[in-house]
């Protein structure tokens, strides 16, 4: 099970997310690349609030594959190219996330790989070795 540190000696977050996540010895990690806003199609939303929606679902559904949940995240990091996101990437991650606190990053970039794209989600997860 993953571990949150929480310690006075550093800042608090300014959000919903963890100072740091101990992983236990023996745990197997997952390293998820870059999801972003796009349809299984390859369709790109214009609207940004779909765009976030769809880079957690892909993240969440890889998991899946692997037979974990959002609770095996250990870290996410995560680019947007429009500081005003910053409260729609929270609302978002803490919905999809259900209340799980990973160690995260979030940066404002001033584009990704295709002009029309608003959100990458990069996620570390750990579990059991198997």
């Not at 101990?22 to 972003?36: C, K």
């Not at 095996?72 to 990437?89: K, P, Q, S």
């Not at 995260?104 to 059991?128: I, K, N, Q, W």
């Amino acid at each position: 099970m993953l571990r949150a540190v929480d310690t006075g000696t550093a800042p608090r977050p300014f959000s919903n997310y963890a100072q740091a996540i101990a992983v236990p010895a023996g745990q197997r990690l997952l390293f998820i690349s870059g999801q972003v806003g796009v349809t299984i199609s390859g369709d790109i939303p214009a609207e940004p609030a779909v765009q976030h929606e769809l880079a957690w679902q892909h993240v969440l559904n890889i998991l899946a594959a692997e037979g974990l949940n959002e609770t095996a995240i250990a870290d996410a990091r995560v680019f947007i190219t429009n500081a005003e996101h910053v409260g729609l990437y929270r609302e978002i991650r803490d919905r999809m996330l259900k209340g799980h606190r990973p160690a995260a990053t979030l940066l404002v970039v001033a584009g990704l790989a295709d002009p029309r794209l608003c959100v990458e989600v990069t996620v570390v997860a750990a579990a059991p070795a198997t």
